[in-house]
C-alpha cells in the first residue's frame, strides 16, 4: 500500500493544465496528467495507492473556485487515476467548501474515474465503515477532519462527512472488524500548519486511537510540511505527508517546506497471528513549480543531470528537509521509472 499528501489544487495548476492541452490538441479543457509522470510507476505499483484529495471539485455548470472556497477543475480526478490511485481519503476542513452539491459532485467523479473514497457520503451508507479487499487481504480504511472551517453538515444530514471524535473512530473501527476487516487504516486531517512538530491534540488522538486494537495504522494530512513518522503504542503513525501537489508557497505566508511531500509504502501480510505492518519506507517527492509543477521523485531528481541545475538543486534541497523530519524512514536510492 502506499499513501500521498494533499492534492491541493490552486489557479496556477489550473492555468498549467490547460496549457497542457492547448500544447497538444489546441482546443481549450485542463490535463493534469504531465504532472504526475514522475511518480506515476512509484504509485501505480502498489496493490492499493491511496491519494488525499484535500479539495471538492467544481459541480458542473458551476464556476471553479479557490481559496476560502474551493471548487476545483473536474479533470483533476482522471488525472489521480492516471497517476495509479485506487482510493481517496477526502474528509478535510474544505469538504463542505461547495456545500452538499460538492460532495455529490466529488463523489460521483471519483467513482465514475474507478476511485473508491471514505470521508464525504452522497448518502448515510457512504459514510459507513465498508471492506475492500486488496490482494487477498480485508482491509477497511476510514477518514476523519479536524474541523469544516466553520461550516457545519447539515443539521438532517449530519453523515456527509465525519469529523475527528476518537470514540466514534473506535466504534467505527469495531464495526469494520465486525463485518470481517482484517485491518483498518484511519486517515485524519489534522495537526497545525506550517508546523513540522505534531501538536498536543495529534499526539493525544494518535495516543487513544491507538490504544484499541480494532486500529491498524494512521496516516495524516493538513500540516502542509512534512510531520514525523512514529510508533505509538506498537503501531504505525504518519503524522503528516504535507502535500502531493499544490502552488503553496502562494506568498510570503508558505515555506519552502510546502513544496516538499512523501509517499509512504506499506507492506501488510496476513501471519497467525494476525495482520503485520512493515516498516515504513518513506519517499520524498517535491513539486517542481518551474518545470510546470511537475511532482518529482526527490531522490531521483536530485542525481538526474538531464535536468535544469535549479531542479536537481531545489531537490537536493527538498530531500535534505525530509530527512531531516523523517530520518531513516527515508529511501534514498533512486527509484526505477
Known amino acids: 500500500m502506499i499513501f500521498g499528501g494533499d492534492v491541493l489544487m490552486h489557479p496556477p495548476l489550473w492555468a498549467q493544465a490547460e496549457r497542457n492541452v492547448r500544447r497538444t490538441t489546441g482546443r481549450r479543457g485542463f490535463d493534469f496528467r504531465p504532472m504526475f509522470d514522475d511518480v506515476r510507476s512509484l504509485i501505480s505499483r502498489a496493490d492499493l495507492a491511496v491519494c488525499h484529495l484535500e479539495t471538492p471539485i467544481a459541480p458542473r455548470g458551476e464556476p471553479l473556485s479557490t ?26 476542513n474544505h469538504a463542505l467548501d461547495r456545500g452538499t452539491t460538492g460532495i ?3 463523489v460521483s467523479e471519483l ?47 449530519p453523515w456527509r462527512s465525519a469529523l475527528i471524535e476518537p470514540r466514534r473512530i473506535i466504534r467505527d473501527a469495531r464495526a469494520a472488524r465486525a463485518s470481517g476487516a482484517e485491518a483498518v ?6 495537526g497545525r500548519e506550517k508546523r513540522s512538530e505534531p501538536n498536543s491534540y495529534q499526539i493525544d488522538v494518535a495516543r487513544r486511537l491507538t490504544q484499541s ?11 502542509h510540511v512534512v510531520q514525523p513518522i512514529e510508533n505509538v503504542n506498537g503501531k504505525w ?14 506568498d510570503e505566508r508558505w515555506p519552502a517546506e510546502s513544496q516538499d511531500g512523501l509517499l509512504v509504502e506499506f507492506t501488510l501480510a496476513r501471519t497467525p497471528a494476525g495482520i503485520s505492518v512493515s516498516r515504513p519506507l518513506a519517499y520524498a517527492t517535491w513539486v517542481d513549480k518551474d518545470a510546470g509543477w511537475v511532482v518529482r521523485l526527490a531522490a531521483n531528481a536530485a542525481r ?21 523530519i523523517v530520518g531513516d524512514f527515508l529511501v534514498l536510492t533512486q527509484v526505477a521509472p
Open 304 to 324: 538526474d543531470s538531464s535536468l535544469p541545475k535549479q531542479a536537481s538543486s531545489g531537490a537536493r534541497e527538498s530531500l535534505a528537509r525530509t530527512a531531516a
Open 237 to 250: 503513525v504518519v503524522f503528516g505527508l504535507s502535500n502531493l501537489i499544490s502552488n503553496l508557497p502562494s
Open 185 to 190: 487504516i484511519v486517515s485524519l486531517h489534522w
Open 213 to 223: 486494537p480494532a486500529i491498524t495504522l494512521i496516516v495524516g494530512h493538513h500540516a
Open 67 to 92: 481559496f476560502p472556497l474551493f471548487g476545483v477543475p473536474r479533470e483533476v480526478i482522471p488525472a489521480l487515476a492516471d497517476a495509479g490511485f485506487d482510493r481517496c481519503s477526502t474528509a478535510s
Open 104 to 106: 455529490d459532485a466529488t
Open 111 to 157: 467513482l465514475a474515474n474507478g476511485i473508491s473514497q471514505t470521508g464525504m457520503a452522497r448518502r448515510a451508507e457512504e459514510i459507513r465503515p465498508i471492506v475492500i479487499e486488496v490482494n487477498g487481504l480485508r482491509i477497511a480504511h476510514l477518514s476523519y477532519t479536524f474541523s469544516y472551517n466553520g461550516l457545519q453538515t447539515p443539521a438532517n444530514e
